[in-house]
């Protein structure tokens, strides 16, 4: 029987669907709308926990992640609602990890306390820039100072706390971003997120982009240098790169996102939610409806919150296995990747190692420095026939 999942461990991802805007960057799941019944939504969650615990019974839980859209746009009761359904559903690991993504504005952070009391350990906190004209221009609600003030307040509450920046922003330069690197890393707990800006199609930036709008871009040179100087300072302020955009000191991790990477088993619940579910050996796919409405429609009727589950081949599983796990520093199990695919891939690894791409050592295939920046082709090499 396949179970490769526990390799990884077992969590459960919650989309919270609903922001108060919409920024211009965005290509995530989140929708503006004029009220919430937080009362409806909370049934519709939990019927659905109740629904997949149903399917994973006695698995034990390592993270909960509420994401979106914007989270701390939930009443913290609402939260509390949720994880009580949650500890009852399944048995928790003792060190179990709940993260909620928030927005740094004053009227969220005011909610922190209540989100702590409901179980909520971890706050990740979307600042994406620590200077007001950038902040406007990324279509983000708060000012520098906003931000700072519900950073000082989620510290006071929660032991961890992440925030999130952008770089390679418009006009930005690699001084003014170096600068800024180190003020967030004066600022910093334990972890940072720090992302590249992407455009991508379907978004404002994305039609701004393709109509000659959005000016002053950093060529791929200047972005490169900033990558550069990105993974430098941060490991010279104690921060190693366990991901290609996360950064942390030693035994801060996001529990959460190494399970992804780690390629364990994760339930998704609500709009546009994905999953991973091994039942009876076999691994699925599983998919949401993006429509909010779509998706609390279907839950209310009484059927299920999925419009997809997909069982994944070995092929599929071995591909999605070292694509994840090849993001991360540590690279992936060479055993693991054995008895998942019955291939040791040993002339394309020698390949690519004669290259420089990748490394092994100590049972583990890595992609190196050099490789990193390539490391779709990298894949796309080792999985040749």
């Known amino acids: 029987m396949n179970n490769d999942w526990e390799n990884g461990g077992f969590g459960l991802y919650i989309h919270w669907p609903f922001c108060q805007a919409k920024c211009p960057y965005c290509d995530f799941n989140s929708h503006v709308v004029r009220e919430i019944d ?4 909370r049934d519709a969650y939990i019927s659905e926990i109740r629904r997949t615990a149903a399917e994973t019974e006695g698995r034990v839980l390592r993270s909960v992640f509420f994401g979106g859209g914007t989270p701390s746009m ?4 609402l939260v509390d609602s949720i994880l009580r359904e949650v500890r ?3 048995p928790a690991a003792n060190d179990i990890e709940i993260t909620l993504e928030a927005n740094p504005t004053s009227v969220e952070a005011g909610r922190f306390r209540g989100y702590r009391d409901a179980g909520v350990n971890r706050v990740s906190m979307g600042v994406q820039a620590l200077n007001d004209p950038d902040l406007k221009a990324l279509g983000r609600l708060h000012s520098a100072s906003e931000a700072m003030a519900a950073f000082d307040v989620a510290r006071g509450v929660f032991d961890r706390v992440s925030f999130d920046l952008i770089y390679a922003r418009q006009d930005q330069t690699v001084g003014a971003w170096e600068a800024e690197l180190k003020q967030a890393l004066n600022l910093a707990i334990d972890h940072l997120s720090l992302y590249q800006l992407t455009i991508e199609d379907g978004t404002a930036f994305g039609d701004r982009y393709a109509a000659g709008k959005l000016r002053g871009l950093p060529d791929e040179d200047r972005a490169t240098e900033m990558y550069e100087v990105t993974q430098a300072i941060t490991v010279d302020a104690g921060y190693h790169t366990y991901e290609v955009s996360n950064h942390a000191k030693p035994g801060q991790e996001s529990r959460h996102n190494l399970l992804y990477w780690h390629y364990g088993d994760y339930v998704g619940i609500g709009p546009g939610a994905h999953g991973r579910v091994t039942i009876d050996g076999q691994r699925y796919a599983t998919e949401a409806p993006l429509g909010p409405f779509d998706w609390l429609k279907a839950v209310r009727k009484g059927g299920s919150g999925e419009s997809d589950r997909t069982a994944l081949s070995l092929p599929d599983q071995t591909s ?4 994840m796990g090849l993001r ?3 690279g992936v199990s060479l055993a693991r990747l054995q008895a998942l695919s019955g291939d040791t891939y040993d002339a394309n690894i020698a390949g690519l190692r004669d290259m420089g791409m990748v490394e092994t050592k100590d049972g583990q295939l890595r992609v190196t420095a050099k490789g990193r920046p390539l490391l779709n082709a990298v ?7």
């Open 38 to 41: 937080q009362a409806v939504w």
């Open 320 to 323: 999605e296995f070292l694509l």
């Open 379 to 385: 894949l796309s090499e080792l999985l040749r026939d």
């Open 88 to 90: 009852a559903a399944w």
């Open 328 to 330: 991360v520093t540590e």
């Open 74 to 77: 939930m009443d913290p009761d």
